[in-house]
């Protein structure tokens, strides 16, 4: 299941105009339905090859809605269009990060959500720039906004994030994050009680595993409390079959989920 690369922050912006994403793929649970996760693919991939992968796990109560990002120039394909949920350029802590190109993604994402039934439980999870685009997704409902002031409209219950990166993890943005986060109650509330899940191989050669583990630390200094971080000995830039029954435990455990996961 290895996916395409990602990195840890974009390069040079493009210029913006309306970007289409593409097909979505729906996986409907096989038991009763009782949460919702959409699920974010990496750099160059789509939501179809995840969907078959999400369609075999033994969780009948999800569902999984897999949307595919627009394509778009990508700076660290030299400006070649590729599927992206946000523009990304070498890998550099000194690098921008797209906010725009995030917000407009974690929006789309959001409606989603924002049309399941009310008892239905809600979580983004993903790959690579998806896990980066799910960990931004996080820091949006924490604070109750999009990076561009819109209001965040749907309640999260679960953040998935496999060898994925915080964007804004350059330490005066992540200063900011905390402080934001302090400074409201409803914010400290909300990140307060997040599950969120970071699993990250130590072999990874594209996202490095240090990045993660420092998106995880920043995460937790920012007040994210509930949050779980898994090494994996040897793994590269892909998942394996013991990582994704992680994933099953920690979302049948974290969402209540009926029947047992196996």
Not at 100 to 106: C, V
Not at 187 to 193: D, F, L, Q
Not at 229 to 250: A, I, R, S
């Amino acid at each position: 299941m290895s996916r395409s690369s990602s990195s840890m922050s974009s390069g040079s912006r493009t210029n913006r105009r309306t970007l289409e994403f593409g097909r979505t793929y729906v996986v409907k649970p096989k038991g009763r339905h009782q949460a919702t996760i959409v699920w974010l693919h990496g750099l160059g991939d789509n939501g179809s090859s995840w969907s078959q992968v999400l369609e075999s796990l033994p969780l009948p109560n999800i569902k999984w809605i897999c949307p595919t990002a627009p394509t778009r120039p990508v700076a660290m394909l030299g400006g070649f269009p590729s599927t992206a949920w946000c523009d990304v350029g070498e890998i550099s802590e000194d690098s921008p990060d797209d906010f725009e190109g995030l917000d407009a993604s974690a929006a789309h994402i959001a409606n989603f959500l924002s049309t399941e039934p009310a008892a239905i439980k809600l979580g983004i999870g993903g790959f690579s720039m998806g896990a980066a685009t799910a960990l931004y997704s996080a820091t949006c409902f924490a604070q109750g906004k999009f990076g561009n002031g819109i209001p965040y409209p749907v309640n999260l219950r679960a953040i998935v994030g496999l060898s994925g990166w915080l964007p804004g993890s350059r330490s005066g943005l992540s200063r900011t994050l905390r402080n934001k986060i302090e400074g409201s109650h409803d914010a400290a509330r909300r990140a307060a009680t997040l599950p969120i899940l970071i699993c990250h191989g130590n072999s990874d050669d594209v996202v490095e595993y240090n990045y993660g583990e420092k998106s995880a630390s920043i995460l937790s200094s920012a007040g994210f409390r509930y949050l779980t971080f898994k090494t994996y000995n040897g793994l590269g830039h892909y998942t394996v079959p013991n990582e994704m029954d992680e994933v099953c435990n920690w979302l049948h455990v974290r969402l209540g989920l009926d029947g047992s996961c196996s």
